[in-house]
């Protein structure tokens, strides 16, 4: 991990190009990204990268993607600032500027493997879990029953729903919905994310919870999954800061000692359980 | 090498002949107070100083500092610091918080711009002469310094003792001329001030050894001084922007009038400002004062000490001196978390 070449330069990022863009919900647009030297970007479920456009800067962005889909890696960018803004006006064939990948990773060569899932995510959560959900998918012997919950805050926030059939159609896959606020076009579970979790059967024997989401819904959910008697290291989650500099450097990013950009953001829940800023 | 001994005559000849040499910067007046800036002549050096108004860490991690040159079209090429430089009278504290600060910048991922400025440095310490009204640095540890400068000087009843302890300090002494070795005397006087100092910077006093920090924080997370002291703070960040040990940054794009090209510039930032630990889309992770207010000190005290083993508070004082509100004195702080035990 340690780089200690002095000319290697860890703030320097590198060109991709837009291979397609299109707006996924009204705020946030869905991007596939290839690096312009060819290199698959080598990342693995949970982490992310810094995406930069010159002049306007950098901003950390998860990596929606699994890298067993080779030849490019997606993001989904919500519009909330300068970066997402001007990505927002980027069309394909555009130039972007890359760092990383940085960060922890879901374990889904260690922990996850042999286990059943259940994917807990809220909103754009379910953005840095569909790598992971595509990863088990792509090795589905190697896992268990996979369930997941997804909550979004109205039917028109909801994410990736043209990919819901392709997991409901894979081996042992239970995806169950809910949004916060119904309106006409909805005729699914209306309710916070929690209300789904009485409708699944957890085996808290064999069952990895990963759980990413605003950072209001952790304690909500934690506390139900602790009712399914799954331990505290059965449990992760990713966290959300701001990683500006994404090499443990900056500041930004820390929780009490840890630094989510090195650290994180993929945590066991035992780690950060008596962190006190974490959750 | 052996300690050489100059006159006040010997030791201005040999500034200036660096001087010509090279960037040189150094300690002068600035008002009724001290700052370092580019040094024009050896009158101009006031080793006789109490501290400096900010830390010499402008000059490894400058308030604003390009790290990469962007053309929109061609993308982003790195800027390093190329060019050879002094910076002279370095007091032991701050010369203590330039070494924590190399290991923070070159530990896990190896940070080539700091670590460049560096390199291009030479870092010239000089012992105190004189006690600031804030300084704690006695208390510390941090008073006087065995090693990690180039060179160390140390004014002995108007002479210069020059200490050398490296290749750069070398080739920076090569200039001085025809100068005796220190006597046995020198030594012993300033061995002599090397005590004296550890007692008389400590116009502040640590109740504790500074080792026990990171233990007496653990114990203190929920203690009320953190809400007591953080109600009169204005969020400034001005406790961060003079620390010598701050290094925290933000990161922007400067684009020239073309709005082709531009730079991608390093500034200071600090983790008292109330936007700190705001994320896109609003959400702040340290929204109340308090929050901010203890996570310097945790950082100082705790965190950065779990890393690098060394607390990280010189105890130069001058977040006391910025510190409007004056809530910033860490010995009062620490003090009252030794004696108000909840």
Not at chain 1, 22 to 47: A, I, N, V, Y
Not at chain 2, 172 to 186: F, G, H, T, V
Request: aromatic share 10%.
């Amino acid at each position: 991990m340690q780089t200690i070449d002095p000319n290697v330069d860890i703030y320097r990022p590198v060109p991709a190009t837009v291979d397609e863009v299109k707006p996924m919900t009204p705020l946030e647009h869905f991007f596939s990204f290839r690096l312009d030297s060819g290199e698959e970007f080598g990342h693995m479920p949970g982490q992310f990268a810094e995406v930069s456009i010159p002049g306007i800067g950098e901003a950390p962005i998860s990596i929606s993607s699994s890298p067993t889909r080779k030849g490019s890696f997606e993001m989904v960018v919500r519009n909330v600032g300068n970066v997402s803004g001007a990505l927002h006006r980027l069309s394909e064939g555009d130039k972007v500027y890359i760092r990383g990948p940085f960060g922890t990773t879901f374990p889904v060569d260690e922990a996850m493997k042999g286990q059943d899932l259940l994917f807990i995510c809220g909103g754009i959560g379910l953005v840095p879990v569909r790598s992971a959900i595509q990863y088990v998918l792509d090795n589905r012997d190697d896992y268990g029953r996979v369930m997941i919950l997804f909550g979004a805050k109205t039917p028109r926030e909801r994410l990736f729903t043209d990919e819901f059939d392709e997991w409901r159609s894979a081996k042992n896959v239970t995806l169950l919905e809910t949004v916060d606020h119904r309106d006409e076009g909805w005729s699914g579970p209306e309710g916070v994310i929690t209300t789904l979790m009485p409708l699944v059967k957890v085996d808290e024997t064999r069952t990895i919870a990963i759980i990413c989401g605003p950072p209001i819904m952790y304690k909500f959910v934690i506390t139900e999954l602790l009712k399914f008697k799954l331990r505290e290291d059965q449990i992760y989650l990713s966290l959300e800061r701001h990683m500006k500099c994404g090499v443990g450097k900056c500041g930004h990013c820390q929780v009490n000692n840890i630094y989510v950009c090195q650290d994180g953001p993929v945590f066991k829940f035992s780690d950060i359980n008596a962190i006190e800023e974490a959750l | 090498m052996p300690i050489k001994k100059l006159d006040k005559a010997a030791f201005d000849t040999w500034v200036e002949a660096c001087i010509k040499k090279q960037r040189v910067y150094g300690v002068q007046a600035k008002g009724d107070r001290f700052a370092f800036g580019p040094l024009a002549r050896a009158a101009d050096l006031r080793l006789d100083y109490d501290v400096t108004l900010l830390p010499p860490k402008k000059y490894f991690q400058p308030p604003c500092e390009t790290l990469l040159t962007f053309d929109r079209d061609k993308g982003f090429e790195s800027v390093f610091e190329d060019e050879p430089f002094v910076v002279f009278g370095v007091h032991p504290y701050d010369m203590v918080a330039i070494l924590q600060t190399d290991k923070l910048f070159a530990d896990g991922q190896y940070d080539a711009h700091y670590m460049k400025r560096r390199e291009q440095a030479t870092i010239v310490v000089s012992d105190v002469q004189t006690a600031s009204p804030e300084v704690f640095a006695g208390c510390m540890g941090t008073a006087t310094i065995k090693d990690g400068f180039d060179i160390l000087v140390t004014d002995i009843e108007g002479d210069y003792l020059v200490d050398i302890r490296t290749k750069k300090g070398e080739a920076l002494a090569k200039a001085i001329k025809n100068a005796p070795d220190a006597d046995d005397i020198s030594l012993k006087l300033r061995k002599l001030l090397w005590a004296d100092n550890t007692e008389l910077l400590q116009k502040h006093m640590l109740d504790v050894r500074p080792d026990i920090l990171p233990d007496l924080l653990g114990r203190s997370y929920d203690h009320p001084i953190w809400e007591e002291k953080a109600e009169r703070c204005y969020s400034c960040g001005s406790c961060n922007l003079v620390c010598p040990t701050c290094y925290c940054f933000d990161v922007r794009d400067d684009v020239d009038w073309t709005l082709q090209k531009g730079e991608r510039r390093r500034v200071w930032d600090g983790c008292l400002l109330s936007e700190f630990a705001a994320v896109a889309g609003g959400h702040n992770f340290r929204r109340h004062r308090a929050d901010r207010y203890r996570h310097r000190y945790y950082r100082k005290g705790k965190y950065i000490p779990e890393k690098i083993g060394e607390i990280a508070c010189v105890g130069c004082g001058r977040c006391i001196t910025a510190c409007t509100a004056n809530i910033a004195n860490p010995v009062e702080v620490y003090n009252s978390l030794v004696h108000e035990r909840k």
